[in-house]
């Protein structure tokens, strides 16, 4: 049965977190005490799966202005490839298309195809992450396919067939591959200010969250490390937007 958390099943929401990952950015960030405080005031939305009264699953959602920030999803290590993570993204995913957002938006990660795998076609590459925390321990191996340490951001319109006027910086010099991302969210760019791309780095995409917003800007260092086979992807979409920013990484080191 899958449920809207209450405040009551905090405690064994985070016990099934603590006992699949080795490690989370959800204990470096306030842990229980924030998603609480979160779930209380109705700023996030986290869906269970139970089963026998215990929490086996689980999918959550923050609301932002203009945008669902989905994220979270987790099932016990014992019950993976059930269907049961696949049925908590699609519940999650109701209720947002259900919401006034205009969008939903996801970090998927590239060692891991599974997780990936749930984002339907209509969720679209907007941008890409490098060099963050690998959750996953020793005993994840066939679960975890890699170490690319990525993710790919994708990006649903709830409402594909409404074009969206916004307020969005300029990149300068003008940048290809921001101007196909706003094209694939059908945006309406109203340019308000110009955004330069620091020296030394590339433009990765849009990075969105709730604090900084939808246009938040993703960077990659030039000198940094990547190897972009490692950083798997699903569909043409994706890999064509991972190349996109390879020949851009690549380009400058050469």
């Known amino acids: 049965m899958i449920k809207i958390a209450s ?12 006992r699949t990952y080795h490690s989370h950015s959800i204990f470096e960030q306030g842990g229980e005490t924030r998603y609480l ?7 996030y939305i986290g869906f269970v799966f139970v089963e026998n009264n215990t929490i086996l699953g689980h999918a959550g959602v923050a609301m932002g202005k203009e945008f669902a920030l989905i994220n979270y999803l987790v099932t016990d290590k014992r019950l993976r490839g059930k269907g049961i993570g696949k049925e908590l993204f699609m519940s999650r995913e109701s209720f947002c ?3 006034d957002r205009n969008f939903i938006i996801g970090y998927s990660m590239m060692q891991h195809p599974y997780s990936q795998l749930l984002y339907s076609n209509n ?7 490098v060099g963050y925390l690998d959750i996953y321990g020793n005993s994840d191996e066939d679960f ?10 994708l990006c649903k319109k709830i409402k594909p067939e409404i074009t969206i006027s916004l307020e969005v910086p300029q990149i300068c010099p003008d940048n290809r591959l921001y101007n196909s991302i706003i ?3 059908s945006i309406k760019p109203n340019f308000t200010s110009t955004y330069q791309i620091p020296e030394g780095n590339i433009f990765s995409g849009l990075v969105p969250d709730l604090e900084s917003g939808l246009f938040t800007f993703g ?7 990547l190897n972009f086979d490692l950083m ?4 043409q979409d994706r890999e064509d937007f991972k190349n996109e920013i390879r020949q851009c990484y690549q380009s400058t080191i050469l």
Do not use: C, Y
């Open 219 to 225: 960077l990659i260092k030039k000198d940094q490390p």
């Open 144 to 153: 975890n396919k890699g170490n690319s340490n990525a993710e790919m951001v």
């Open 183 to 185: 094209r694939t969210m």
């Open 37 to 43: 405080n979160q779930l209380l005031k109705g700023e």
């Open 97 to 99: 298309d259900a919401s």
């Open 123 to 129: 969720f679209k590459p907007i941008g890409m992450v």
């Open 232 to 235: 798997l992807t699903t569909n």
């Open 7 to 18: 405040a009551d099943d905090v405690p064994s929401i985070f016990d099934l977190f603590r």
